[in-house]
């Protein structure tokens, strides 16, 4: 145990995720010890403080800025629109906060990189999500696949799609103020592959390590979405589909479609192997052993938010409340904070599923196979 005080928490942005899942998990009393929300800030200032008010949070402030000069933090929660992680970064950084950025932590390499340095010049520490790392259920099928399970493994395949989730969500029309979902549709930042294939990204590049080379083909195939009565154009691709090299011959499949889906384990992978298939938590169709499974047995494979139990600060009240993949990657920052232990969802992680996404729309616009120049260590496999 550690006698640090409780890690003052900020939140950026107060949009559909703050109110389903950020500010519910980290007001609770069993958490209270280790971490507070000190403040919360949006441009819609009155939406700010209807969520400051419902969770018993000091603060409200219409912008980063002003909650950065109000000194009223030690870390930051970016759930702002993906396009603008960036820069939200950047400031807190500057101002001497740590972060934890939700996916994807930038849209482009070379952020990513300003970032990294940024933190390590200042001695600060950033989580970026989606720390599919951490899961047990993920570092399992690595060992399986590497001891293998499958024998040689010829190909797999993985991806998520977009469909009108977005638009549909509750919390967007529950407030007096809308929640405009518009950026997903625009860029830079939007479409499916940086809101949701990331997940796949990231879950297999915990599994099979840095890719190599990427190609990919890419375009819109829904012009246009409609929210309270008016249309939103798309102008981001919403339909991409990536061919990734691992290396000795082993090519990935990944989309981030308009809709559709291959697997109905949300963002999981189907491993194709000469003697066998990993198709998420599934070995030739038997669930695999992983450290938590007890606690995911009165669930399907395809409950995400079942699944997640297995990580190590999703417990009590936090089983119940959406999105604990999330929660748990704040609270590898604030343990990281607190006493010193580093949190496997890196920042160089994070770059290297960027890179594969910068890479792959590189690809599609000019007909290209683009090669990959970041890389990441995986931990050991006892960790």
């Known amino acids: 145990m550690t006698d640090h005080p409780p890690v003052r928490m900020g939140i950026v942005g107060v949009g559909t995720l703050t109110l389903r899942a950020i500010l519910p998990h980290l007001t609770q009393a069993d958490i209270a010890d280790r971490v507070t929300v000190t403040a919360v800030c949006d441009p819609v200032l009155a939406r700010a403080e ?67 340095a940024l933190a390590r010049d200042k001695g600060l520490r950033i989580v970026a999500s989606p720390g599919e790392i951490l899961r047990p259920q993920v570092r399992a099928a690595r060992r399986l696949l590497r001891d293998g399970a499958i024998g040689h493994i010829a190909w797999a395949e993985c991806g998520v799609s977009f469909g009108t989730y977005h638009e549909n969500e509750p919390e967007r029309t529950a407030g007096k103020t809308a929640i405009d979902p518009s950026w997903y549709y625009r860029r830079p930042g939007g479409g499916p592959v940086y809101d949701v294939t990331s997940y796949s990204l990231h879950q297999l590049t915990a599994i099979l390590g840095p890719a190599k080379r990427v190609t990919a083909m890419s375009g819109i195939r829904v012009p246009s979405h409609m929210f309270q009565g008016a249309e939103v154009r798309t102008e ?96 590898q920052l604030v343990r990281w904070i607190r006493e010193g232990v580093p949190s496997l969802a890196t920042a160089d992680h994070a770059r290297h599923v960027i890179e594969i996404i910068e890479a792959g729309y590189a690809a599609a616009a000019e007909g290209r196979t683009v090669a990959l120049k970041t890389s990441f260590d995986l931990p050991d496999d006892d960790l």
């Open 50 to 116: 209807q969520a400051a008010q419902d969770y018993g949070v000091p603060a409200a402030h219409p912008s980063l800025e002003a909650m950065l000069a109000a000194d009223d933090v030690d870390a930051v929660t970016v759930v702002s629109p993906i396009g603008l992680h960036y820069d939200h970064c950047r400031r807190a950084l500057e101002a001497g906060k740590h972060v934890h950025v939700n996916k994807t932590m930038t849209t482009t390499v070379a952020e990513a990189d300003h970032l990294i």
């Open 236 to 331: 981001m691709d919403d339909n991409t589909f990536l061919l990734i090299d691992f290396g000795e011959g082993t090519f990935v499949f990944a989309y981030g479609a308009a809709a559709g889906r291959s697997n109905p384990q949300f963002a999981a992978a189907t491993y194709h192997g000469t003697k066998g298939t990993l198709d998420g938590i599934l070995l030739n169709g038997e669930m695999i052993e992983f450290e938590g499974r007890e606690d995911t047995l009165d669930k399907p494979v395809t409950d995400w938010e079942g699944q997640c139990r297995t990580l190590p600060h999703v417990t009590g009240p936090h089983r119940d409340i959406p999105e604990a993949h999330i929660f748990e990657d704040m609270m």
